[in-house]
């Protein structure tokens, strides 16, 4: 750094470091965190709206960092992504997943599906469904009990990989859902030509459902006209949950039926009742 540079430059410059300094070591404390008891898995429930019935879960990470506290996934799996760590933690995710299956196995309640959401940067990887499929036979499980979810905007990238991947996905048994449907740059020329199951629709639609029905609907009839499943996530009031319904989408998550839990909480307050 020369001697004479601006006070600008120099904060500029310290800044930059700060900065490059924190993400380093955030980036070493993730390292870390991934396989030891630090990362944690929430699962939150969906269900049939018209019969009450549970469909499955929502597989989604926590980070309980030992001086910053609960760190929230929306803020550690971009910093994951942008380094690589994503494939490490998101193989660890799969593995406690299907361990706690693998226990929910013996209690014979049907816990339906789980789903895990999968990143791009994963999914692009060449031994995803290899890997899915070894964890799968080594815990005894057959794969009707995993889905996963992809953002659609990964759908972008090149469609005959992409569906070459999905459609190993499918065939193996494994649902695929296309996550926070809305938002990114949904082309309804391509959708047929993708290999999944299900759309889900982005919580922000289902927020200001009053300004959106029209698009919502529009999805739903769009969904059914494909075969596909359609579930609406975000969903936290009668008035959404009423609207929802009438409008023909029956698979429900959101904070209206239950916040994502614990695994310990998971079973207490929503399987262990289903076994009466
Ligand atoms: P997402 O996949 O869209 O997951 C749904 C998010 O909405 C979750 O936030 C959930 O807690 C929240 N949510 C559920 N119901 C409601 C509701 O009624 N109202 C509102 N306002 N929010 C609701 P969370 O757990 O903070 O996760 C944020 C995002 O982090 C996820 O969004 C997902 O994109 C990402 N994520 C979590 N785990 C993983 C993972 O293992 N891999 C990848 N690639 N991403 C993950
Ligand atoms: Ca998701
Ligand atoms: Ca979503
Ligand atoms: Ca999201």
Not at 105 to 122: A, F, M, Q
Request: aromatic share 8%; proline share 2%.
């Amino acid at each position: 750094v020369k001697e004479n540079g601006t006070n600008d430059f120099k904060i500029y410059n310290n800044g930059m470091n700060d900065k490059t300094i924190e993400k380093i070591k955030m980036e070493n404390d993730l390292r870390r965190a991934i396989g030891a008891s630090e990362l944690t898995i929430h699962y939150q429930p969906k269900f049939h709206a018209k019969t009450n019935l549970l469909l499955g879960a929502e597989a989604l990470v926590r980070w309980n960092h030992p001086t910053l506290g609960l760190i929230s996934p929306g803020k550690f799996i971009p910093l994951a992504e942008e380094t690589g760590l994503i494939i490490q933690l998101e193989e660890w995710v799969l593995e406690s997943v299907c361990e706690q299956i693998k226990k929910w196995e013996y209690t014979s309640v049907d816990y339906g599906r789980i789903s895990v959401n999968i990143s791009h940067i994963h999914f692009y990887q060449s031994d995803l469904v290899q890997t899915i499929s070894q964890i799968l036979s080594k815990n005894g499980l057959a794969a009707n009990c995993l889905e996963i979810e992809i953002t659609e905007t990964m759908m972008m990238h090149n469609e005959s990989e992409t569906n070459k991947t999905l459609q190993k996905l499918r065939e193996i048994g494994i649902e695929v859902s296309m996550d926070d449907f809305g938002t990114g740059y949904s082309s309804l020329g391509y959708l047929h030509k993708l290999s999944i199951d299900r759309l889900k629709i982005d919580k922000s639609f289902i927020h200001e459902m009053y300004k959106n029905e029209a698009i919502v609907s529009t999805i739903i009839a769009m969904a059914h006209h494909l075969q596909l499943k359609v579930i609406a996530e975000g969903v936290e009031t009668d008035e959404q949950l009423n609207l929802i319904m009438k409008l023909g989408c029956e698979e429900i998550q959101g904070f209206y039926f239950s916040q994502p839990l614990s695994s310990h909480d998971f079973e207490t307050q929503i399987l262990k009742p289903l076994l009466i």
